[in-house]
Each structure stands twice: as structure tokens, then as C-alpha cells.
């Protein structure tokens, strides 16, 4: 068939070194990009498979979000924009492993199993961030789709790839499948839901981005006439000179619970970090003796949560919300939730596919991890209550009100994946309705003092974890060593987990004062972070 010498001959321009194994994890593949090029052909080549297999459009996202720049990686985005089915990141595992000899037998292989028809018409979305080896790589791709009709969007977010491919599929019902449209969506969204606060300041409307020198910086400034000023972004590490999530980024700033490097704030300001492809954020200010606050993604949900709960009782409706976090949420975030708030709370494995899919279970699923990728899922029975209120003229005026605003709320949030633009968006909005300052968000609950390390060890492997991965199964003895540390400390949790996206072991502490938390113990064996 020419199709297969077509493919035979463009995989020899993109050939395998021999021996090199990868694997499609948490977030797709992801290692430095010079080991990238025969990956992104064959992912390009399975893109279209999936993209004739489910009949639909499938996005394709050149991006390794907040590792360093000298890395790189690629994700398949399903047809209603969220992540690709588990089935088929075997199948990605598969085609990325097979030596050049193999690849037409592994790809005739998935043909099979999925029953696919080669006539069948295919659309491939591909989007890229801002790194230097993205362009090749992302060219790579289209080599893999190309003839089968794949479409290049250039630099985007990973966000607005996994939004562009949701519209496409919705005949448009999601939005329109364009930057653009993207943009006028969001922003008329949160000027509907800004324009009638009182009195808000300049002040208020100020904001200060930390770009991570990213794709988010860039995407951020084309959106910001759509924005009418009503916000006012001051944006750093923009991408013109600093290096990629270098000393700066939501990752960054997380991690090292300090600000990133050029970034001038003054005390009590509003600040926020995106990663390096912008699906992620955080927020945070310096306080009055020039101490550093971070509102991490828990501090988002809390915050986020509490504003949807209290406009389902202002609107009367009747809608089940929780919010489902990791193991890595606050102990008191997850207290002042079920005990407060008196929301449902879930916990899932790490990484974004779990949390989405606990998410869709509920009405109003607010899911965020503590590193600040998260989003909130209406299910449809949820819009189309609130739908039907915002339009019902009979009923009284605050009800309706509520439902105006949840309306609008739902038409802000990208849906299909946690997107720093839109969170921010979000997050902005919700604290000029509420009227409430960064330091009165901050105060809704005290975080536990927390420090994350990363081991390196001979085979993280070995590590076997079990409930959301709180606790381990494997090697014996290792839970009960934790356990026998913890329990000496008030309001301690610990746990390990093997990384999905790095050779090493994740270890998590908290306790009710960093005395309690006594790393040192584990310093020994800490990797510089
Ligand atoms: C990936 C995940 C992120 C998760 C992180 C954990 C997506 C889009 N991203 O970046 O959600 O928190 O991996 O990494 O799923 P780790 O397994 O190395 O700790
Ligand atoms: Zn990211």
C-alpha cells in the first residue's frame, strides 16, 4: 500500500536510535528533546490513527510544560479535549519503542486491533510552545500526519490546543476552534462578570504575571486588548531575554516557596506565575515584613469552591460539588473543606487525567493539584439547570443574579483542561465580586508548613504505593518507618511516591511547625531541587 512507503520512507528522515526505550507517562512522552525526533513522527503517525479510529479531530501538543528548556516532549489530546484513553498510550509506548525494522509491523499491529479503516478521513491538530526545539520537533509530527489532512496552529498553550480540538469536535457548540475565538470567549466572559462590581480600584484591576519565559507570556499580551482594561497586567519574564522556567514559573515558585527572579513586587500586591506551557498557575504577594505568601492550587480550590457554593444557594439549585485533590493538598486545605465548607472531597493518584476523570463524577467537579493545574467540570445537566434559570425572567431578582453569574462563570473556565489563562481569569473575578484582597484570600484557612524533597535511588520501581499513593505497599517496612516518624509530630503526614516524569522518589512532609517537619533527616540523601 503507498500509504505504508510513504510511511517507510519519512521514518528513515526520523530514525530510532537503537535501543533507546521510552515510555508515554503521567504527561506524555518527555526527556531531553535531542532524543525526541523519531517520537514525534511516530506520534504523529498514531495521532492520525486515532484521529480515523474515533472519527474525530486529535490534538497533538509539543510541549514538556515546566521541565527545563533543554527538554522537551509531546501528548495526544482526545476528541472532547481532555487526555488520550490509557489503551492508546500503550499503543504510544509501543510505536516509540519499535526499532526502525519494526514500526510498519507495530503500526499495522494497532491497525488491526482497533478495526481501523485506512480510508476513513483524519485531522490532526498540532500546537507547540516556545522552546527552541520545538519547531523541528513539532515539524517532525506533521511529517507523521502529513497528506492526512493535519492542521498546524503554531505556538499555543497546551490549553488552548486542548480547548481548539474540543470546539472542532462540537461542531463550534464549545467555542470557535481559533485563537481568537478563544480569546473573546474568555474575555467577555470576565468582563460580564466584572462589570458590575462597585467602585473597583486600579488597584484591584493590577496584576503582575510571571511568564516563566513561556509560550503563557506571549499568549497573555495577544490577549490582553480583548481584556478592555479591566485588568492590568504587568508581565515579567516574558521570554524576551530569560531562559525557560529558569529561576522563574509556577514550578519555581512552588517548589521553592519563593518569588521568582525578576519579579518586583511590592508589598501586598497581587502576583501569579504560570508554568512554561501555561497550564498551570499560582499566586502569590510579600507580606508587611517582606515575607513570602504563596496560594498555591488548594489555596485556588478553596477559594474557587467557596465562591460556586455560595452562588448555588443564592440561586437556589440544587448541585452536588466537590473538589478532588492529591496527596499533596494541605492537610488543612482538605480539613477546611470537608469540615468548613462541608464539600466532598476526593483524592486521586497525581497527575491530571486522574483528577479530571474523579472530577466528571459530580454536578460541579472542582479539581486542582497542589501544584496548580486545575479547573472546575459542569456536568450537563448542571449548565443546562443554570441555563434555564439565568433565562427564566419569572423568577426574583437575586436568584437570578446567581444564576447570571454562574453562567458566565461556566463560560470562563476551559473545561477540557486546567489553563493558567483562564484560571487567572477566574480567580481575578472571583475576588472582585467577593471584594476580598490576596491577604484575605490567604487568610481563609493556614496552610501546614510543608517541604517536598526528590531522591535519587537505584530503581524507583520498588515503590509501590497504594490509597491515592498516601501510603506504600512496597519494600516492607517502609510504610512502618514512615509511620513510626510521623506519628511523633501533631497534624504530621508524610508519604513517598516513585515520580511519573523523572528517575527519582518524591518525598512529602507536613506538620503543624517546621520543627516537626525535621528534614534534615532525610538530607542525606536529598537531591538539589
Ligand atoms: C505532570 C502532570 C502533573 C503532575 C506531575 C507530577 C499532567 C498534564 N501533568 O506534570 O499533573 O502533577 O506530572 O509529576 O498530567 P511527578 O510524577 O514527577 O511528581
Ligand atoms: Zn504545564
Given at each position: 500500500m503507498a500509504q505504508f512507503e510513504e510511511v517507510s520512507q519519512k521514518s528513515a528522515v526520523h530514525p530510532?536510535?537503537?535501543g533507546l526505550v521510552l515510555q508515554y507517562g503521567t504527561a506524555g512522552f518527555r526527556t531531553?528533546?535531542?532524543?525526541?525526533d523519531h517520537v514525534m513522527f511516530r506520534m504523529g503517525l498514531l495521532a492520525t490513527l486515532r484521529s480515523k479510529k474515533t472519527k474525530a479531530t486529535i490534538g497533538v501538543m509539543v510541549t514538556a510544560s515546566h521541565?527545563?528548556?533543554e527538554d522537551n516532549g509531546v501528548k495526544l489530546v482526545d476528541?472532547?479535549?481532555?487526555?488520550?484513553?490509557p489503551a492508546w498510550e500503550v499503543y504510544a509506548t509501543q510505536l516509540a519503542n519499535a526499532e526502525q525494522e519494526e514500526l510498519l509491523t507495530a503500526l499495522k499491529d494497532v491497525i488491526e486491533r482497533e478495526a481501523i479503516s485506512m480510508a476513513q478521513e483524519a485531522s490532526v491538530f498540532v500546537g507547540k510552545d516556545t522552546?527552541?526545539?520545538s519547531d523541528s520537533l513539532s515539524q517532525a509530527v506533521l511529517d507523521g500526519v502529513h497528506a492526512l489532512g493535519g492542521h498546524n496552529y503554531g505556538l499555543v498553550t497546551t490549553p488552548q490546543l486542548h480547548y481548539m480540538v474540543c470546539c472542532q469536535n462540537t461542531q463550534g457548540r464549545y467555542?470557535?476552534?481559533t485563537v481568537k475565538g478563544y480569546y473573546r470567549k474568555l474575555s467577555q466572559a470576565f468582563i460580564q462578570l466584572t462589570?458590575?462590581?462597585?467602585?473597583?480600584?486600579d488597584d484591584q484591576k493590577a496584576l503582575l504575571v510571571d511568564?516563566?519565559?513561556?509560550?503563557g507570556a506571549l499568549k497573555v499580551c495577544e490577549m490582553e486588548t480583548y481584556l478592555k482594561n479591566e485588568l492590568q497586567l504587568s508581565l515579567?519574564?516574558?521570554?524576551?531575554?530569560g531562559k525557560l522556567n529558569?529561576?522563574?514559573g509556577a514550578d519555581y515558585v512552588k517548589v521553592q516557596q519563593r518569588a521568582p527572579k525578576g519579579v518586583e513586587m511590592t508589598a501586598g500586591e497581587r502576583c501569579c506565575s504560570y508554568d512554561g506551557d501555561a497550564d498551570r498557575i499560582v499566586y502569590y504577594y510579600s507580606g508587611s515584613a517582606g515575607r513570602f505568601h504563596l496560594l498555591d492550587g488548594d489555596k485556588i480550590a478553596t477559594l474557587i469552591s467557596t465562591y460556586l457554593k455560595e452562588l448555588l444557594t443564592q440561586a437556589g439549585l440544587d448541585l452536588q460539588i466537590a473538589v478532588v485533590q492529591t496527596a499533596y493538598a494541605n492537610g488543612s486545605s482538605t480539613q477546611y473543606l470537608e469540615d468548613t465548607m462541608k464539600v466532598i472531597v476526593r483524592c486521586t493518584k497525581t497527575g491530571v487525567k486522574h483528577l479530571h476523570h474523579a472530577a466528571q463524577e459530580f454536578d460541579i467537579g472542582v479539581y486542582f493539584e497542589a501544584n496548580g493545574h486545575g479547573t472546575v467540570l459542569f456536568s450537563k445537566a448542571a449548565e443546562e439547570k443554570i441555563q434555564k434559570l439565568a433565562q427564566d425572567?419569572?423568577?426574583?431578582d437575586e436568584r437570578r443574579r446567581a444564576a447570571l453569574l454562574l453562567q458566565n462563570t461556566v463560560n470562563l473556565i476551559n473545561q477540557t483542561v486546567g489553563d493558567a489563562i483562564s484560571d487567572m481569569l477566574l480567580i481575578e473575578a472571583v475576588l472582585a465580586i467577593r471584594g476580598m484582597t490576596v491577604q484575605q484570600w490567604d487568610a481563609i484557612y493556614t496552610d501546614l508548613p510543608n517541604r517536598q524533597l526528590k531522591v535519587k535511588v537505584a530503581?524507583?520501581?520498588?515503590i509501590d504505593t497504594t490509597d491515592a499513593e498516601r501510603r506504600?505497599?512496597?519494600?516492607?517496612g517502609l510504610q512502618e518507618a514512615i509511620d513510626s516518624r510521623v506519628k511523633?509530630?501533631?497534624r504530621a503526614r508524610s508519604f513517598v511516591r516513585p515520580s511519573g516524569t523523572e528517575d527519582v522518589v518524591r518525598v512529602y512532609a507536613e506538620a503543624d511547625t517546621q520543627v516537626g517537619l525535621r528534614l534534615r533527616e532525610f538530607s542525606a540523601a536529598r537531591d538539589t531541587q
Amino acid at each position: 500500500m503507498a500509504q505504508f512507503e510513504e510511511v517507510s520512507q519519512k521514518s528513515a528522515v526520523h530514525p530510532k536510535p537503537v535501543g533507546l526505550v521510552l515510555q508515554y507517562g503521567t504527561a506524555g512522552f518527555r526527556t531531553n528533546s535531542k532524543q525526541l525526533d523519531h517520537v514525534m513522527f511516530r506520534m504523529g503517525l498514531l495521532a492520525t490513527l486515532r484521529s480515523k479510529k474515533t472519527k474525530a479531530t486529535i490534538g497533538v501538543m509539543v510541549t514538556a510544560s515546566h521541565n527545563p528548556e533543554e527538554d522537551n516532549g509531546v501528548k495526544l489530546v482526545d476528541p472532547m479535549g481532555e487526555m488520550v484513553t490509557p489503551a492508546w498510550e500503550v499503543y504510544a509506548t509501543q510505536l516509540a519503542n519499535a526499532e526502525q525494522e519494526e514500526l510498519l509491523t507495530a503500526l499495522k499491529d494497532v491497525i488491526e486491533r482497533e478495526a481501523i479503516s485506512m480510508a476513513q478521513e483524519a485531522s490532526v491538530f498540532v500546537g507547540k510552545d516556545t522552546r527552541p526545539s520545538s519547531d523541528s520537533l513539532s515539524q517532525a509530527v506533521l511529517d507523521g500526519v502529513h497528506a492526512l489532512g493535519g492542521h498546524n496552529y503554531g505556538l499555543v498553550t497546551t490549553p488552548q490546543l486542548h480547548y481548539m480540538v474540543c470546539c472542532q469536535n462540537t461542531q463550534g457548540r464549545y467555542g470557535e476552534a481559533t485563537v481568537k475565538g478563544y480569546y473573546r470567549k474568555l474575555s467577555q466572559a470576565f468582563i460580564q462578570l466584572t462589570k458590575n462590581v462597585p467602585n473597583r480600584t486600579d488597584d484591584q484591576k493590577a496584576l503582575l504575571v510571571d511568564g516563566a519565559n513561556g509560550i503563557g507570556a506571549l499568549k497573555v499580551c495577544e490577549m490582553e486588548t480583548y481584556l478592555k482594561n479591566e485588568l492590568q497586567l504587568s508581565l515579567f519574564n516574558d521570554g524576551s531575554s530569560g531562559k525557560l522556567n529558569h529561576l522563574c514559573g509556577a514550578d519555581y515558585v512552588k517548589v521553592q516557596q519563593r518569588a521568582p527572579k525578576g519579579v518586583e513586587m511590592t508589598a501586598g500586591e497581587r502576583c501569579c506565575s504560570y508554568d512554561g506551557d501555561a497550564d498551570r498557575i499560582v499566586y502569590y504577594y510579600s507580606g508587611s515584613a517582606g515575607r513570602f505568601h504563596l496560594l498555591d492550587g488548594d489555596k485556588i480550590a478553596t477559594l474557587i469552591s467557596t465562591y460556586l457554593k455560595e452562588l448555588l444557594t443564592q440561586a437556589g439549585l440544587d448541585l452536588q460539588i466537590a473538589v478532588v485533590q492529591t496527596a499533596y493538598a494541605n492537610g488543612s486545605s482538605t480539613q477546611y473543606l470537608e469540615d468548613t465548607m462541608k464539600v466532598i472531597v476526593r483524592c486521586t493518584k497525581t497527575g491530571v487525567k486522574h483528577l479530571h476523570h474523579a472530577a466528571q463524577e459530580f454536578d460541579i467537579g472542582v479539581y486542582f493539584e497542589a501544584n496548580g493545574h486545575g479547573t472546575v467540570l459542569f456536568s450537563k445537566a448542571a449548565e443546562e439547570k443554570i441555563q434555564k434559570l439565568a433565562q427564566d425572567s419569572n423568577t426574583n431578582d437575586e436568584r437570578r443574579r446567581a444564576a447570571l453569574l454562574l453562567q458566565n462563570t461556566v463560560n470562563l473556565i476551559n473545561q477540557t483542561v486546567g489553563d493558567a489563562i483562564s484560571d487567572m481569569l477566574l480567580i481575578e473575578a472571583v475576588l472582585a465580586i467577593r471584594g476580598m484582597t490576596v491577604q484575605q484570600w490567604d487568610a481563609i484557612y493556614t496552610d501546614l508548613p510543608n517541604r517536598q524533597l526528590k531522591v535519587k535511588v537505584a530503581d524507583r520501581r520498588v515503590i509501590d504505593t497504594t490509597d491515592a499513593e498516601r501510603r506504600t505497599v512496597s519494600p516492607a517496612g517502609l510504610q512502618e518507618a514512615i509511620d513510626s516518624r510521623v506519628k511523633k509530630y501533631r497534624r504530621a503526614r508524610s508519604f513517598v511516591r516513585p515520580s511519573g516524569t523523572e528517575d527519582v522518589v518524591r518525598v512529602y512532609a507536613e506538620a503543624d511547625t517546621q520543627v516537626g517537619l525535621r528534614l534534615r533527616e532525610f538530607s542525606a540523601a536529598r537531591d538539589t531541587q
